[in-house]
């Protein structure tokens, strides 16, 4: 469980960088979503943030561009395909270029960095958070994988303002409990927008097809978190994230639909209490926060007029429709390795979602067959997550081939 978030549990973690003229930021994944809105969180404070290190998976002409206005030092490009790209001779006079994944952890251990933010998708960030954490630095977390799959490795190696959410609604629990004690909890309200699909049913949704999921109503995120926002999968995993992070069983975080994304989550505590965090849909915002804490800089979004939203709704999400919820709740209570193969089982039937080689129904039905052939034991390493990943990737694929 991340410490009692109060701004002087962070002091002496940040003191190492007290003094310095801005705070140094190694950005991984920057071509993404997420890396390219922290880009323009660094643009707006340019006199606070220093770029040092930047990474992408392919999109290496957008790498280019981002080193060249930034001036870094020291890129790296994890698909070895791109190594060769003809642009990367563009890249600054004395930039240094690093190739393939494990580049993700030479960046994650810069002794030139003092943040670091892992926005990559997928089970390749747990590595990298891992190193960020072993090398003493502050992680700022938007690779929900690295959690869903390592918690158990990664949260004993947190120290007190070291791990920072960047997920909305993590950010959002972790503000709301800023000076409050954690054993005074009653539960955590999980907010979701129930993404373009709430309402229908289980047959409804058989024919949903790639554009209809991609056309979230409220965020802009990529492409295979914004499939997890149709599936509700990506709640799913938010939910044992914050149990990692905050300590709580998973029937503690209940799942509230909030349509408007106004409310991005609730704590409510033992007296009745409710705390929450409200504000833009703009991710800008919890990355921000991510990089200022315990600090708040001025706003990178346009405000809300509150006399203008005229309502706030809330509903119960349906777990006999959206089945990936009703299986990430399985998998986080069963614990160990069984969020390793939720996890990676969805990241190939996403993919063939995308590639429109199955069904949106059949993302779910992967994923529990995978769930269901897999003897879930204690996590041990790092190694052994690795293992089991490759396991239900093959065992997914073989399922997925099965249904065509």
């Known amino acids: 469980m991340i410490s009692n978030p109060t701004a002087s549990s962070c002091e002496a973690y940040s003191s190492s960088v007290e003094g310095a003229p801005r705070q140094r930021v190694a950005i991984l994944g920057c071509t993404g979503s997420i890396g390219a809105q922290a880009l323009d969180v660094c643009r707006q404070h340019a006199d606070r943030l220093q770029v040092v290190a930047l990474s992408a998976h392919s999109r290496t002409e957008e790498l280019v561009r981002a080193a060249r206005e930034f001036t870094v030092p020291i890129v790296a490009v994890t698909d070895p395909a791109h190594a060769e790209d003809s642009c990367l001779s563009e890249l600054p006079e004395g930039t240094k270029l690093l190739v393939g994944e494990s580049a993700l952890e030479e960046l994650a251990v810069l002794p030139e960095a003092d ?22 630095k502050r992680l700022a977390l938007a690779n929900k994988e690295s959690l869903v799959v390592g918690g158990d490795l990664l949260m004993p190696l947190a120290q007190p303002g070291q791990l920072l959410p960047v997920d909305s609604e993590h950010s959002a629990i972790f503000q709301c409990l800023l000076g409050e004690r954690a054993e005074e909890i009653h539960c955590i309200w999980l907010t979701c927008s129930g ?32 499939i997890d926002s149709a599936t509700l999968m990506n709640k799913g995993f938010e939910r044992i994230e914050a149990a990692q992070l905050f300590g709580l069983p998973m ?78 709740e399985e998998a986080g209570r069963t614990g160990g390795t069984a969020p390793c193969v939720l996890n990676a089982a969805n990241e190939v039937a996403v993919a063939a979602f995308l590639a429109e080689s199955c069904s949106f129904t059949a993302i779910d039905a992967c994923v529990a067959h995978c769930l269901e ?27 997925l081939a099965g249904l065509s």
């Open 115 to 136: 943040t670091v933010l892992v926005s990559v998708v997928g089970a390749v960030g747990l590595r990298a958070s891992y190193a960020v954490l072993k090398a003493g």
């Open 251 to 328: 029937e503690r975080i209940p799942v509230l639909i909030q349509r408007e994304s106004r409310v991005h989550s609730m704590v409510e505590y033992v007296d009745g209490a409710v705390i929450a965090h409200l504000g833009a849909s703009d991710m800008r915002l919890p990355i921000q926060y991510a990089l200022s804490y315990p600090e708040r800089w001025e706003t990178p979004a346009e405000r809300i007029d509150f006399r203008t939203i005229g309502s706030l709704t809330f509903d119960a999400p349906d777990p006999e429709a959206f089945r990936c919820l009703a299986l990430a």
């Open 195 to 226: 993404g373009p699909f709430f309402g229908r049913n289980r047959e409804e949704l058989e024919g949903v097809t790639r554009a209809q999921a991609l056309a979230h109503p409220t965020w802009n995120m990529g492409a295979k978190i914004t």
């Open 373 to 399: 052939h897999h003897d879930a034991r204690r996590v041990e390493s790092l190694e052994q997550l690795h293992d089991i990943d490759r396991w239900a990737r093959a065992e997914a694929s073989r399922f």
